[in-house]
Every structure is written in structure tokens, then in C-alpha cells.
Antibody, heavy 120, light 107 residues
Framework: EVQLLESGGDLVQPGGSLRLSCVAS????????MSWVRQAPGKGLEWVSS????????YYADSLQGRFTISRDNSKNTVNLQVNRLRAEDTAVYYC?????????????WGQGTLVTVSS | EIVLTQSPATLSLSPGERATLSCRAG??????LAWYQQRPGQAPRLLIS???NRATGIPARFSGSGSGTDFTLTISSLEPEDFAVYYC?????????FGPGTKVDIK
């Protein structure tokens, strides 16, 4: 059974930073791209970032303006999202997702999400 | 960026009725379009990939069609658990984009 477990969400002040993590189980982790998708309260889904199975390729939504960094540790089945210079509009549930095949892929498994709240 | 437009925004139907949801892309995405279902308080779930392929464990009442810029998700006979929000998503090009969603609610 595929499981994705996120952690790291918190209440943070504007300008602050967080590191979100996701541990995967039930898959050959290094074989799959992983991505983060976020959802602001009451809003739709927004793709944030993807990383290839090897970790050699990364992709980001333009709206992030270089503030986020995705990484992975295949020895620990973990994908991380470092989020810096947080803004109120970054408030959202952040979902860790598994790619269905290839790096530019669909999201065939989702975690339950971790909530990031940016507020003073 | 490929913009996806979904219609209608809300679809009010009764259990047992047929639901037809539309997703239109601002430029061709070939067949590289997926559909997701999100129930309240839950993470989204992949229903359909590559326009018409049902994901593992998805009931046969869900079907997808289309190519190029126009796509349809059909639910042949609504079950109570199908009342939810549905999103389309393209993987044809970066950035990956989602449509704004269609809410299927109980009439």
C-alpha cells in the first residue's frame, strides 16, 4: 500500500521559513518523480514543484519567484520542500504527491496534507 | 502557461442522474489530461489519466473522453459518494496546471 506522510506545517510569521517533509512507503521511491501541490483555504489546486526520481531535475511554479526549493533523499524515501520568505498568500494545505510516470506527470497518490499558515 | 477552464462551476443533480463535466484547454494538450475527485476534508484522488484511462480502483461509472483542447468527464449514474469537486489537470507542458474545478452537489 502506498503511503505518503507529510510533516512540517506550522503557523509562521510573514518573511519566515519552513521545511516541509514527506516520507513515502510502499513504493520503489527512486523510480518516481515526486511533487508538491497546494490548496489555499476554500480554493482550488495549485501545482508547486516537482523533482525527478534521481533528483537531478527540478521544476517550480513561476509564482514562487525562487522562494521554494524541492529536494529528495532516496536513501530515506523522503522529499522535502524548503519554503522561504513566506507570504500570506502561501497559506495553504501542502500535499505531497507521487508521479504516475515520468517527471511531467499526473499525481496518482496523495498524502493527507500539512497546513502552512502565514500570519502575524 | 496552459490555462484550463472547467464548466459548469456547479452542477446540481440528483442521485442516479448522469453528470457531464467539461474541461477546455487554452491550447492543445493532446491527450495529456487527468481528472481528480476531491471530497470535503479529503485529499484529491486520481480518477482518469491520459483523457480516458481509469485509475486503479475507479468504478466503471466514471469515464473520460476528448483530445486536443476539449475534454469531458462523465459519471453515468451518480452515487451519494460522488458529490464532490472535480478538477482537471494537464501534463502536456510545464508548468503543470489545474482547472478551477466543478462542484457536483445534490439537487
Amino acid at each position: 500500500e502506498v503511503q505518503l506522510l507529510e510533516s512540517g506545517g506550522d503557523l509562521v510569521q510573514p518573511g519566515g521559513s519552513l521545511r516541509l517533509s514527506c516520507v513515502a512507503s510502499g513504493i520503489t521511491f527512486s523510480s518516481y518523480a515526486m511533487s508538491w501541490v497546494r490548496q489555499a483555504p476554500g480554493k482550488g489546486l495549485e501545482w508547486v514543484s516537482s523533482i525527478s526520481g534521481s533528483g537531478s531535475s527540478t521544476y517550480y511554479a513561476d509564482s514562487l519567484q525562487g522562494r521554494f526549493t524541492i529536494s529528495r533523499d532516496n536513501s530515506k524515501n523522503t522529499v522535502n520542500l524548503q519554503v522561504n520568505r513566506l507570504r500570506a498568500e502561501d497559506t495553504a494545505v501542502y500535499y505531497c504527491t507521487k508521479g504516475g510516470g515520468g517527471t511531467r506527470s499526473y499525481f496518482d497518490y496523495w498524502g493527507q496534507g500539512t497546513l502552512v499558515t502565514v500570519s502575524s | 502557461e496552459i490555462v484550463l477552464t472547467q464548466s459548469p462551476a456547479t452542477l446540481s443533480l440528483s442521485p442516479g442522474e448522469r453528470a457531464t463535466l467539461s474541461c477546455r484547454a487554452g491550447q492543445t494538450v493532446n491527450i495529456y489530461l487527468a481528472w481528480y475527485q476531491q471530497r470535503p476534508g479529503q485529499a484529491p484522488r486520481l480518477l482518469i489519466s491520459d483523457a480516458s484511462n481509469r485509475a486503479t480502483g475507479i468504478p466503471a461509472r466514471f469515464s473520460g473522453s476528448g483530445s486536443g483542447t476539449d475534454f469531458t468527464l462523465t459519471i453515468s449514474s451518480l452515487e451519494p459518494e460522488d458529490f464532490a469537486v472535480y478538477y482537471c489537470q494537464q501534463r502536456y507542458n510545464w508548468p503543470l496546471t489545474f482547472g478551477p474545478g466543478t462542484k457536483v452537489d445534490i439537487k
